[in-house]
């Protein structure tokens, strides 16, 4: 558009692009063009009713004809005006009537005027006449063709006048002739640079005004890139904590009660590492659409809210509503039916977890909201993931805010909050305490507890956990090792444990300190955690086991990875999880729970199986024949100084009796 102002302004009137600008200048120009006629016209009637004064002293014997015509001519003229301006008439139209009724006004007053005894007078008065209606085009906006025809014509009819009317020299009217030309090239010029520096100030303004929409137009594109998610489309976080204030505002004004979801693609770091970004990427993509279709058809707000996390916003007239949505949406991804192979629970697509939060009275800011979904976000993905969670703050497990938590896992070592308990391991063939599994408890600074399904997956997020689990087995070494409490003492390790550097040194110089067998050490790894097998991790327990510390396989059966644990690492102890023995009740259990044994005596190791409640349990594994047993019904968990009640002779005597 600056382009096309330049060549407008350079090219010729013959090119399209400039009568395109003539044509768009006169559109624009048409009211002002309108206006600046009609003020001119009153002007120059006022101006021409005023110089009725002149009639009276220079020819004072025909005043009264001439004054009687300007009055006729001028107040016509007027009439005609707010007539062609009450129809609506163009402006070239208006221009041309003002112009002829300047012209009329002229040579009816010239006419009457004529008739003057005074021809002297006369002849110099009609020249000073002359030059008023030919500058009397300067106060109209008149365009130059009109201007210059309008003060042709009062140039033609003055020297028409000065050759039949004036009674003076022939050298004389040649000099006043002149003098009228000059006067008519003089206004003809200066009104021709008028419009010249009008369209200039046109283009000008034109140019302006398309700067300023390209201004605009490219902060509106800035302001839609900085609120906009540029691999979804949609709204980004900035935007949509916007859009939280907003409705926020609302609650806060009206009561307009609104709920937050949050919405995270389940394993979708796995996915990348297997299918890589590019397909990473399209996976985010497809999900966004389909959340969008299922967000707008209801009215709410979406956008993605950092990495695989969406946020949906939406007006809540009842928690049950959102429910709705959230399982929609969590259903509606399922059933997309987007491979998934490399998933560690088995489940071959892409699913999500949902958390859900809602405004309640109590709550004082709109991050609280957020933060509550998040919590609830956390609980469904603990809960196994591909399920919706509504937060409940009379629900035990959102009784402790995960922030609270991470914050007291700083100081939870110095500050002697983290504990350790110790969970009997029976040899059912002995009946001796042969073992014991070290739990870590955890309490806030007013002495609520935390359950290790919190706060441990809290201390992997934040790091806490490998001070934590340094001090774990420390701890465990010197009360149960040194005391000679157990002949074994296990621990669990995380995976961020397992890949630290140094952690194999760690362990031989606690041995060392303490002067412990490797042997009588074991770390528990859970099957079900996301670790990958890779170099870092068999190096480390390859280092482990030349230490001679032994590595158990915990909670075997509830993950994916099991068999290729099982066929890569050779483990010393395989903890079966409690939830086949529980299941045991029935047929089909109790086949799937021998058929676990039979798989793990092939593979020659030994088995443990935890969760043993009930006598009935404790009756079918001594059927089965398993050398050691875990739970409830052998021996709660119980600091180390309680641990030398749990003697041999009362689980001889219930062995006896369920014998």
Not at 39 to 67: K, N, P, Q
Not at 260 to 265: K, N, P, S, T, Y
Request: contains cysteine.
């Amino acid at each position: 558009m600056h382009v096309l102002a330049e060549t407008a302004a350079k090219a010729p009137s013959s090119t399209r692009s400039t009568r395109e600008l003539r044509s768009l200048y006169d559109q624009q120009s048409e009211l002002v063009r309108k206006v600046a006629t009609r003020r001119g016209l009153w002007i120059a009637v006022v101006a021409y009713l005023g110089y009725s004064l002149t009639d009276y002293l220079f020819i004072a014997d025909v005043a009264r004809s001439t004054i009687t015509a300007r009055f006729i001519v001028g107040l016509g003229a007027l009439c005609i005006l707010e007539f062609l301006l009450r129809r609506k008439a163009m402006a070239n139209t208006i221009d041309v009537a003002s112009a002829i009724s300047v012209s009329t006004g002229y040579l009816v007053w010239l006419v009457m005027a004529q008739m003057t005894e005074d021809r002297a007078a006369f002849s110099y008065y009609m020249v000073f006449g002359a030059i008023f209606m030919m500058s009397v085009n300067l106060f109209f906006r008149f365009r130059s063709s009109v201007a210059i025809a309008s003060s042709a014509a009062n140039m033609i009819i003055f020297i028409g006048a000065l050759c039949v009317f004036a009674p003076m020299a022939f050298t004389h009217k040649l000099i006043m002739g002149a003098f009228c030309i000059s006067c008519f090239i003089f206004t003809a010029y200066v009104n021709l640079e008028l419009n010249k520096e009008r369209y200039k100030v046109f283009l000008n303004a034109l140019e302006a005004s398309l700067q300023q929409a390209a201004a605009d137009e490219r902060g509106n594109a800035l302001l839609h890139l900085s609120n906009t998610d540029s691999l979804t489309g949609l709204e980004n976080r900035r935007a949509i904590d916007q859009r939280l204030r907003d409705y926020w505002q609302r609650w806060l004004d009206d009561g307009a009660s609104f709920a937050v979801l949050l919405i995270d693609v389940d394993y979708f770091k796995h996915y990348n590492d297997c299918y890589g970004h590019q397909q990473g990427d399209q996976c985010l993509v497809t999900i966004s659409e389909h959340l969008q279709q299922t967000a707008s058809s209801c009215g709410a707000v979406i956008g993605r809210y950092g990495g695989e996390e969406f946020i949906v916003i939406k007006s809540a007239s009842s928690l049950d509503d959102m429910k709705e949505l959230a399982e929609a949406i969590r259903r509606g991804v399922a059933e997309m039916a987007l491979p998934h192979q490399h998933r560690r629970d088995g489940t071959p697509i892409i699913t999500v977890s949902v958390g859900v939060s809602h405004t309640r009275s109590e709550i004082k800011q709109v991050d609280k909201v957020v933060h509550e979904a998040d919590r609830a976000l956390y609980a469904a993905k603990a809960g196994g993931r591909n399920v919706v969670a509504v937060f409940d703050v009379t629900d035990s497990k959102y009784s402790v805010d995960r922030e609270d938590v991470a914050a007291t896992l700083k100081i939870a070592l110095d500050q002697k909050l983290v504990s350790l308990v110790y969970q009997p391991i029976r040899n059912m063939q002995t009946g001796m305490l042969d073992g014991a599994e070290a739990l870590m408890r955890l309490k806030m600074l007013d002495g609520t507890p935390v359950g290790p399904d919190v706060f441990i997956p809290i201390a992997e997020r934040t790091g806490a956990i490998v001070a934590l689990g340094r001090w774990a087995i420390r701890t465990t070494c010197s009360d149960l090792l040194v005391t000679d409490l157990v002949r074994v003492a296990s621990v669990n390790v995380s995976p961020m444990e397992l890949k630290k550097p140094g952690f194999a040194d760690y362990v031989a110089a606690i041995l060392a300190e303490f002067e412990v067998d490797g042997g009588r050490l074991a770390f528990e790894i859970t099957e079900g955690v996301e670790l990958e097998i890779d170099q870092d991790l068999v190096r480390c327990i390859s280092d482990l086991r030349k230490l001679g510390v032994q590595v158990w396989l915990d909670d075997f059966g509830t993950g994916f990875a099991g068999l290729s644990w099982l066929r890569l690492i050779d483990f010393d102890t395989v903890k079966i999880d409690r939830s086949f023995l529980h299941d045991s009740h029935t047929d089909r259990g109790r086949r799937m729970l021998l058929d676990i044994i039979t798989l793990l005596r092939n593979r020659g190791v030994s088995i443990l199986v935890e969760g043993v409640e009930t006598a009935e349990h404790q009756r079918l594994m001594l059927q089965y024949g398993i050398h050691y047993l875990q739970g409830y019904h052998i021996a709660r968990p119980a600091p180390a100084d309680q641990l030398a009640t749990n003697n041999v002779l009362p689980f001889l005597e219930t062995k006896k009796n369920v014998g």
